[in-house]
Nanobody
Framework: QGQLLESGGGLVQAGGSLRLSCAASGRTFSTYDMGWFRQAPGKEREFVAAFSWSGGTTYYADSVKGRFTLSRDNAKNTMYLQMNSLKPEDTAVYYC??????????????????WGQGTQVTVSS
């Protein structure tokens, strides 16, 4: 059974940076679609960034485009989310997710089989 574990969250001032990590275990996720989602208090979980293995394409939500970068280190079975120029509206619990079935555009939460427990990111103004 595969598991995902996020780390790297914390408290940062607006304009600062954080790098989240998502370590996979129990199976190799190198051929899986992988994504980052976030959920703020009182709001639904929303798409942040995702990589389609079949399409070889990385997608970003408009709200983070140009500021966040998704990357993967298959040798370490780990995915990262580099977050720069953080804003207070980026405050949320961030989740990583993996999907055995690859899709050309894997932006929906329902596309993913595996989820981490989440890591809190708080951006102060």
């Amino acid at each position: 059974q595969g598991q995902l574990l996020e780390s790297g969250g914390g408290l940062v001032q607006a304009g600062g940076s954080l790098r989240l990590s998502c370590a996979a275990s129990g199976r190799t996720f190198s051929t899986y679609d992988m994504g980052w989602f976030r959920q703020a208090p009182g709001k639904e979980r929303e798409f942040v960034a995702a990589f389609s293995w079949s399409g070889g394409t990385t997608y970003y939500a408009d709200s983070v485009k140009g500021r966040f970068t998704l990357s993967r280190d298959n040798a370490k079975n780990t995915m990262y989310l580099q977050m720069n120029s953080l804003k207070p509206e980026d405050t949320a619990v961030y989740y990583c997710a993996g999907s055995r079935m690859t899709r050309l555009v894997p932006l929906q939460t329902t596309a993913y089989d595996y989820w981490g427990q989440g890591t809190q990111v708080t951006v102060s103004s």
